[in-house]
């Protein structure tokens, strides 16, 4: 399995950028790096996916180092509705009984945004 | 609109009891999983179905069981052999059958099941 190691919380004052950084230093060449979030007692949401190139949508960026053994999502302008557990994953392929579409969930980053 | 819908929100279980929890989807998605999450921990894999008719373990089947009769719905059933049911349970949805390492997951908003 190519798993992830996050830092377990960070703290990002309303209006700054947050940066979540995340480790994947076993990662395949052909394994997306996915970002999710989840908000206290909902299903997570899904926030951006990437594979080599940095990418950007209307939520966030996602930067890759070159090595591809890490990655930093990026909220440019956090707000309180930001305040959730963010999850990096890699996608896992076939990977015994789990099956072909198991996203390795770990604990992720408690991200808390400060009024 | 389109999305998962879980059902229902909080469920409470007896001593013995099988419980069923619901989870529709009118994505036209094929596969379909239900995951489990513990108070603090990440999101473990009970089981997940890929086509109707069909479906495979993940990695904490036991106590457990599935159907996949139709596309649109997925059940979960915890059978009183599941020992340490009270979770929070997802139900999530994504549109290829086939391995693919570039698919998203659509979860629903999950059901809080606590032991009596």
């Known amino acids: 399995d190519a798993k992830t190691t996050q830092p377990p919380s960070m703290d990002c004052a309303e209006g700054r950028a947050a940066n979540l950084p995340c480790n994947h230093s076993?990662?395949?060449?052909?394994?997306?790096v996915y970002w999710y979030r989840q908000i206290h007692s909902q299903g997570p949401q899904y926030i951006i996916h990437?594979?080599?190139n940095n990418e950007t949508n209307e939520m966030a960026s996602l930067i890759i180092t070159e090595d591809r053994k890490s990655s930093t999502l990026i909220l440019p302008h956090a707000t309180l509705r930001d305040t959730a557990v963010y999850y990096c994953?890699?996608?896992?392929?076939?990977?015994?009984?789990?099956?072909?579409?198991?996203?390795?969930f770990g604990t992720g980053t408690r991200l808390t945004v400060i009024p | 609109d389109g999305g998962i819908t879980q059902s229902p929100k909080y469920l409470f279980r007896k001593e013995g009891q099988n419980v069923t929890l619901s989870c529709e989807q009118n994505?036209?998605?094929?596969?379909m999983y239900w995951y489990r999450q513990d108070p603090g921990q990440g999101l473990r894999l009970i089981y997940y179905?890929?086509?109707?008719?069909?479906?495979q373990k993940g990695d904490i089947a036991e106590g457990y069981s599935v159907s996949r009769e139709k596309k649109e719905s997925f059940p979960l059933t915890v059978t009183s052999a599941q020992k340490n049911p009270t979770a929070f349970y997802l139900c999530a949805s994504s549109m290829v059958r086939r391995p693919s390492t570039n698919e998203k997951l659509f979860f629903g908003s999950g059901t809080q099941l606590s032991v009596l």
């Open positions: 994505l036209n998605h094929d596969a």
């Open positions: 179905s890929q086509i109707v008719n069909d479906f």
């Open positions: 990437g594979l080599k």
């Open positions: 076993t990662i395949s060449g052909n394994e997306y």
């Open positions: 994953i890699v996608r896992v392929l076939g990977q015994g009984r789990a099956g072909a579409n198991n996203l390795f």
